[in-house]
């Protein structure tokens, strides 16, 4: 019988990518630059955030990382699955950070306040549904729970 560990796992990953991938639409195109590592110009947020993000989303380089550990994620064999877990893990455990560092009060844009707060709540739990089904889907194939 197969593990629902993978699927779980790949179903978070695409969850989180679609809405980090809208959440970066809309910010590029409010001009809403991420704040979290230093302030940035709202006039230069679609070329920002390829390498800090966006104030809703994380950088390009953070996405291209999730696509290619939930691809191997999709490869259901225990090496990759190993590492396909742990690496979503990361990843989550970065994604969660970056929410919480971003401020409810940014200084360089004036989104609204429920959006800000929805955007924290969706990405932080998102995030960590991620590192929690990263870490039981490396876990049980690391113990070979999973053909």
């Known amino acids: 019988m197969p593990s629902l560990w993978p699927q779980r796992l790949v179903a978070c990953s695409i969850a989180l990518l679609v809405l980090w991938t809208i959440l970066t639409f809309v910010a590029v195109w409010r001009g809403w630059p991420a ?8 006039d230069r947020v679609g070329d920002e955030w390829l390498s800090r993000g966006t104030l809703l ?12 550990f939930t691809l191997l994620a999709l490869v259901e064999r225990r090496p990759t699955l190993l590492i396909a877990g742990f690496g979503l893990a990361v990843v989550g455990a970065l994604y969660t950070v970056a929410s919480v560092g971003e401020p409810l009060h940014p200084e360089r844009s004036d989104p609204p306040i429920g ?33």
């Open 115 to 147: 959006l800000l707060v929805l955007v924290k709540v969706l990405g932080v739990g998102g995030a960590l549904g991620l590192v929690v089904t990263g870490v039981e889907t490396g876990v049980g194939a690391l113990r070979g729970r999973i053909p």
């Open 35 to 42: 704040e979290f590592s230093g302030l940035g110009d709202p």
């Open 57 to 68: 989303s994380p950088p390009l380089t953070a996405l291209v990382a999730h696509v290619a």
